[in-house]
């Protein structure tokens, strides 16, 4: 797939005592009737001839008694307005009952073998199932469920031999993702010796003979620079039996430290193809030829473009966004890879081309038109051989299938839709259900899901989707969701949530908006929304709020936003852009500090994304929308509930903590009771991938009772 790797979304702290006072030596947490007060310890800074003041600069040492204390009373005062809240036990249950609803992903080939996952009921953690033979009897493989009671172990990432003989796979304690490699035979089920550490998002590919892998993996501490250890993701070889210190490096040294390389085999084992990327707008390839041991070569020319491929016959077929904002495919024989050797199979089109597979000596494409997905079939020289149909307008989720076999699976989802998998004959053309997720407790034709477009501040088109209960009354009062994301070259297409049916069935509207920032229209709406354009994510979400009004779904009253992670940044920008548009705000694992984000985890990674606040034209654009850095004095916000996680490894909690002490100090509303700004910290968790079934009932009981204590909703 082309792009780079993506960012991606039970409270178990107890209600504590208030804290006393710290001595007059360090920071001081008082208790009130409202939320602790954290002292401000003014730390200033000029960057680039402006003064910065940070008050709560101290916030950003997780370990220190000063955070610690000003973490246990925010929690405190959290859980005091929280638990009370009417009708939160049925909230609890409902969601109990929503996520009992299962997931299933699309299987992969590895011989006779079908591997996938699945959860079911009040499993906290999906299954790795293999099934021998297309009619076999699915048996376990790995399950997380078994290593924690809590749930907080995570199967990571996995990925078979060809013949399925074995599967390499990654799990990792408390949302970390750092994975640890293992191995393990799929017939007996037994474990090999070989344990790997520190497999982060490991790319991996097997040899044909089951003999090793070539991986990546992140040094130990103490192996590099302090820091330096969340980046320098490098590619090594991996011999079964062998003792894994010894494993030889194959790439990555002396490169840049945040370069992420991912790894593929060709289907002879000859050639290992290299994917560089570097940010979200750059990849590079390279091409090694392991029979005459040669250095990898760069076939790629150094361009701003995004790249990735699959080796197949001698040919590297390409798919890349390059002179194509909606991706092509090219290809290349082995013996003449450099770029004017390239030619043209499949042109750009109207709809952005996402990604393709070889699959039974065929390519396999998934597209995106309007935000949804489209799946289409050619044969290995471009030529179309059939549009796949799909069972209605939502997103292709994962495909699955291998160069030396006839048949390929793809899974579907929609907003009204549970994930489904089908098994496509790409000899026959023909394609029939293999599983799906049953909800007998949604009657998803109760609702309704229309695509609106309406025009942003500087009069782009920017489509959303709008799900609501049919026959609703476009009163302009209804209780309203909007949440979005806007970055890093994800689309936000329909998708089957569980958790906002609580809203919906309470007739509340959920509305997803297509911002710029996203992959929804091929890399020229990528660009209109990162870097010195971010501003235009921003404008494009006040848009779609607008719009809602103004169309009479809702009104200020009755809207609320929501959004994690980079969709978190948004949160921030909309809480201090427009205070005066939205009733609450959910605002979850978010980068809030812009002017010093890329300082913490693995945050260098999105400096091509974003931008540095070194840099002196950069800082300029930061600055201008940092939400940390707008907080005005006196201002009525929303009610915000701000979320976080004590063990995410990519968006540092600070960014949570800080915002929360300054908005609870500066804002009108800060010690409000009615309006308040709260801070919700989880335990054991991080970023969000890997989150136990009991945490996610947990966190959606907090954020659906805020919003419906907010919005006037009655459970």
């Avoid at 990432?157 to 994975?179: C, F, I, L, Q």
């Avoid at 590619?235 to 210190?245: E, Q, S």
């Avoid at 090694?288 to 701003?304: F, H, N, Q």
């Avoid at 080796?311 to 024989?333: M, Q, S």
Wanted: charged letters at 25%.
């Amino acid at each position: 797939m082309t792009g780079g790797f993506r960012l991606l979304w039970v409270l178990v702290c107890s209600l504590l005592l208030f804290a006393a006072l710290w001595g007059a030596n360090g920071p001081t947490v008082t208790t009130t009737a409202g939320p602790p007060k954290a002292k401000p310890e003014p730390v200033e800074d000029t960057l680039h001839g402006h003064k910065i003041v940070d008050p709560y600069r101290y916030l950003e040492n997780a370990s220190s008694p000063e955070t610690q204390e000003y973490v246990r009373d925010e929690m405190a005062y959290t859980r005091s307005l929280l638990d009370p809240l009417p009708g939160r036990d049925k909230i609890h249950a409902r969601l109990e009952q929503l996520l009992t609803i299962g997931n299933i992903t699309t299987p992969q080939l590895g011989g006779n073998y079908y591997f996938y996952t699945r959860r079911d009921g009040a499993q906290n953690q999906p299954v790795l199932y293999a099934r021998e033979g297309f009619n076999g009897k699915d048996r376990v493989l790995v399950d997380a469920n078994q290593l924690a009671a809590d749930g907080t172990i995570a199967l990571d990432w996995w990925d078979s031999t060809h013949d399925g003989k074995y599967v390499a796979y990654g799990m990792s304690p408390s949302g970390s993702e750092m994975s640890t490699l293992q191995v393990i035979e799929t017939a007996t089920g037994k474990l090999l010796p070989d344990t790997i550490e520190r497999t982060r998002a490991c790319s991996l590919a097997w040899k044909l003979d089951d003999s090793g892998f070539y991986y990546t993996r992140y040094p130990k501490k103490g192996e590099v620079p302090e820091g330096q250890e969340v980046y320098n993701r490098h590619v090594f070889y991996h011999a079964l039996g062998t003792d894994p210190a010894k494993d030889p490096l194959i790439f990555g040294e002396g490169r840049n430290p945040e370069d992420w390389p991912n790894v593929a085999l060709s289907n002879d084992d000859r050639w290992l193809l290299l994917t560089v990327e570097q940010g979200w707008t750059k990849s590079e390839l390279y091409l090694m030829d392991l029979k005459a041991g040669s250095p990898a070569v760069r076939i790629t020319a150094g361009k701003e473009f995004l790249y990735g491929g699959d080796v197949f016959n001698g040919k590297i077929y390409i798919t890349t966004n390059e002179d194509a904002p909606r991706y092509r495919v090219l290809v290349a024989d082995v013996a003449k890879p450099a770029r004017e050797n390239w030619r043209e199979i499949i042109p750009q089109t109207d709809a952005v081309l996402q990604g393709t597979g070889v699959f039974g000596s065929k390519l396999m494409a998934v597209y995106e038109k309007n935000a949804a997905s489209q799946l289409k079939l050619f044969d290995i020289e471009g030529k179309l051989l059939a549009d796949v149909p799909l069972p209605a307008i939502g997103s292709i989720a994962g495909l699955g299938g291998t160069w030396d076999r006839e048949e390929s699976f793809f899974g579907f989802q929609s907003f009204t839709v549970p994930p489904s998998i089908y098994r496509y004959d790409l000899k026959s053309q023909e394609q029939s259900l293999w599983a799906k997720v049953d909800a007998p407790s949604i009657d998803s034709s109760a609702y309704k899901v229309n695509q609106f477009w309406y025009q942003s501040k500087d009069g782009t088109r920017v489509p959303m989707f709008v799900v609501h209960k049919k026959g609703l009354e476009k009163n302009g009062k209804n209780p309203t969701l909007l949440t979005g994301y806007g970055g890093f070259n994800i689309s936000l297409t329909p998708s089957f949530s569980r958790s906002p049916y609580v809203w919906l069935e309470h007739g509340g509207i959920y509305a997803v908006a297509n911002l710029r920032g996203g992959a929804e229209f091929g890399e020229d709406w990528h660009r209109a929304g990162m870097r010195d354009k971010k501003q235009n994510v921003f404008d494009d979400f006040i848009g779609a709020a607008e719009y809602l009004i103004s169309e009479k779904y809702t009104d200020r009253d009755h809207l609320a936003i929501q959004g994690g992670s980079n969709g978190g940044l948004l949160m921030g920008a909309m809480m201090t852009q427009r205070p005066d548009l939205f009733r609450a705000i959910v605002c979850q694992v978010p980068l809030l500090d812009m002017l010093r984000y890329q300082n913490f985890q693995i945050a260098k990674l999105w400096i091509p994304e974003y931008g540095s606040a070194e840099d002196p034209r950069q800082f300029e654009w930061l600055y201008a929308y940092s939400p940390y850095h707008h907080v005005k004095p006196g201002v009525e916000y929303p009610a915000i509930l701000f979320m976080t996680a004590d063990t995410d490894t990519r968006v540092d909690p600070m960014h949570a903590k800080k915002m929360a002490a300054l908005m609870q100090a500066e804002a009108k509303n800060g010690s409000s009771r009615e309006r308040p700004i709260l801070l919700r910290i989880e335990t054991k968790a991080g970023h969000g991938a890997g989150k136990p079934v009991t945490k996610l009932i947990e966190e959606g009981t907090d954020i659906y009772s805020f919003l419906f204590w907010q919005l006037g909703v009655k459970p």
